[in-house]
């Protein structure tokens, strides 16, 4: 008897991040009905993270995102604290903090300066190949290095106290693996005026966009919603080891200082078949109503305030932007721009105090829970890392909430609202395709975790009437 | 009168084999070019630009694929602005990024190594690896000329 040999060949193998397509549906009258957000890849780590260690999770997990991996290290390291049971030392807290604050500041930068500034100051319809960051760079120089020397300072304050700049490993169940040096501490201290003055700079330049732009940004994925976000005890803003905060879009309280798991167990999911993103929402309001944004809009509408002079009088003349939360979406931008400048101000105030020094970084145990649920807000929204192991501590159960499904549901209703507001006639044109495009990339999507294309995001709009039937196909590629 | 330090910049990904040849031969620079600044990074991205603009002259060290394993080639690196950006930048792009925000783009050169096995995993092929020391000669050569060519004080 001969046996054949049989091979499986998956070709192409398309890329593994950035990859997603748009389909806008019309109705039998040739108006748009529906468009829809669609993320078309699949990394799987909360499968093939089964069967691991949870103390190995924080570096393993560290992986998912080479913008944002310190979120996911820093969550994996908050579930692992958990399923020790034991009480983090408070620098090991301040120190996460800092470098999660650092991580927020350079992801902000990206987005902002690298991926939307070619928009907003370039405009939507201006040339697609120049309609990047060395077309900002060109156009707008000194734009282009404040973005550059932001994303540069974050990503340093990471390499400075945590090894590295991407994928680090020195979060881990318990605390951190080194403490802060006074050198260290001094060289960041000593670097953060300037950085601050590029951020209110920045601020101060997206301001007078936004007096030009004023009816757009009234009404770019404007719409209400409800709004998650983590606060400290008081109602401050807060990026890790705080509570989470659920409001209206009348900015009421929907829910207050839940932990992790009481905050994920109001949380559902919904699936849709054309997407490999999962669309979450709050439960007791069912999949429509339930929509909810996370990310920096709204970690400011959730919030009290920012507890950062400089933040907290920006905050005060954001708020004038909306009755109660602000609901449109193009705000993502304004808010980005305030966290970073909140983050630099925060850093400041967590190094100066001493006890940012102070060797003992590391509680250790063993197992002692079987289940741990942590949190972190990531520059794109907060983060659940949801771990349950058997005795030995090897992980039997692994759920990753991420921001960017959170957004799922909003995106959608985003870039309906953009293309029933641009598509007529049933023709598309390359400044809709932008301008659908914006309304994604107003909330920074991660879409492997990991998805950043700069001006060019990889996309494939598609115009389908009533019937099915493709009316016409714009694709974009990398570049 | 400032006189700028060359700029090596190894790049590629070491956990695909024959990619790493940019970083390995990086992490042999030190030794025999102490002046000079070295790089090892995984992709060139913007950030790397300010150094770029402070540098005399600048080596990309990097694998290429489509040539013999092993065999090393040269060549002048030239500022563009036509490029699209990606994921990362091409040494070209990253020149022409220079020159935009800087207005200063110092003399640039592309030292590649030919490549065959991109597979996942540390370590390098035996061609490859072969080849780093006599790429890590080429790099002083070509800085050894450049200085003399232009004088390079600034």
């Not at chain 1, 049971?85 to 300066?113: G, K």
């Not at chain 1, 989470?244 to 905050?263: K, N, T």
């Not at chain 2, 603009?53 to 690196?77: C, I, K, M, Q």
Request: aromatic share 6%.
């Amino acid at each position: 008897m001969t046996t054949m040999s049989r091979t499986i060949v998956i070709e192409p193998v398309t890329r593994v991040e950035g990859h997603a397509r748009i389909t806008i549906h019309l109705d039998a009258s040739g108006a748009v009905d529906e468009a829809r957000f669609h993320v078309t890849e699949f990394r799987g780590f909360e499968t093939f993270c089964e069967g691991r260690h949870f103390q190995e999770m924080p570096a393993l997990t560290s992986r998912i995102c080479g913008i944002c991996p310190v979120s996911h290290m820093i969550a994996s390291a908050d579930a692992g604290d958990r399923i020790l049971a034991v009480r983090v030392p408070e620098t090991a807290m301040r120190l996460r903090r800092i470098v999660n604050l650092a991580q927020i500041v350079q992801s902000h930068a990206l987005s902002y300066f690298y991926l939307s500034s070619p928009d907003l100051v370039l405009g939507y319809d201006s040339d697609p190949a120049q309609r990047h960051l060395l077309g900002v760079a060109a156009a707008h120089p000194e734009l282009a290095r404040h973005g550059i020397r932001l994303r540069q300072f974050g990503q340093q304050v990471i390499e400075w106290i945590a090894g590295k700049r991407i994928h680090p490993s020195w979060a881990v169940a318990g605390g951190v693996m080194t403490a802060l040096t006074s050198e260290t501490r001094d060289r960041i201290l000593a670097a953060l005026p300037a950085v601050r003055d590029l951020a209110l700079e920045t601020l101060r330049g997206f301001k007078r966009t936004l007096d030009q732009r004023a009816a757009e940004a009234r009404t770019f994925g404007s719409f209400p919603s409800l709004f998650l976000g983590m606060v400290t005890g008081d109602g401050t803003i807060e990026h890790y080891g705080g509570r989470l905060r659920i409001v209206d879009s009348e900015g009421r309280r929907v829910a207050d200082q839940l932990e992790g798991a009481a905050c994920k167990a109001l949380l559902a999911e919904s699936v849709h078949p054309w997407s490999y993103l999962k669309s979450p929402y709050y439960a007791p309001l069912g999949p429509v109503d339930g929509m909810y944004r996370v990310g920096p809009l709204a970690r400011l509408n959730v919030a009290e305030r920012c507890g950062t002079p400089l933040a907290d009088a920006e905050l005060t003349e954001f708020r004038q932007l909306g009755r109660g939360a602000v609901l449109s979406s193009f705000h993502y931008h304004y808010a980005r721009l305030i966290e970073i400048l909140y983050g630099l101000e925060r850093m400041e105030e967590l190094l100066a105090d001493e006890q940012a020094l102070a060797g003992d970084v590391l509680s250790r145990a063993s197992r002692n829970q079987a289940h741990g649920v942590g949190v972190s807000e990531a520059p794109r929204g907060t983060l659940f890392h949801d771990y349950t192991v058997d005795a030995d501590g090897v992980l039997t159960h692994v759920d990753l909430i991420i921001a960017t499904g959170q957004n799922n549901l909003a995106m959608n209703r985003a870039i309906t609202q953009i293309a029933r507001q641009y598509v007529s006639n049933q023709t598309l044109t390359e400044g809709l395709l932008n301008r659908v495009e914006a309304g994604i990339r107003a909330f920074d999507p991660c879409l492997s975790c990991s998805t950043h294309a700069a001006g060019t995001m990889p996309l494939y709009l598609q115009l389908v009437d009533a019937h099915g039937t493709v009316l016409q196909t714009l694709a974009r590629t990398s570049g | 009168m400032t006189r700028h330090k060359d700029l090596v910049i190894g790049f590629g990904n070491p956990l695909r084999r024959d990619d790493g040849a940019g970083a390995a031969v990086a992490a042999c620079l030190p030794t025999r070019l102490p002046d000079a600044q070295v790089l090892s990074v995984p992709q060139l991205v913007p950030e790397i630009a300010d150094a770029v603009a402070r540098a005399g002259v600048v080596v990309f060290v990097d694998a290429e694929v489509g040539r013999t394993p092993g065999e090393l080639r040269s060549r002048r690196v030239w500022p563009s602005r036509a490029q699209s950006l990606g994921h990362a930048l091409t040494p070209e792009a990253l020149m022409g990024l220079c020159q935009a925000l800087y207005d200063r783009c110092p003399p640039a050169f592309l030292v590649s190594i030919g490549a065959d096995d991109f597979g996942v995993g540390p370590g390098l092929s035996e061609a490859v690896s072969a080849a780093v020391p006599t790429a890590v000669g080429t790099i002083a050569d070509v800085l050894s000329a450049s200085r003399n060519r232009t004088g390079r004080q600034t």
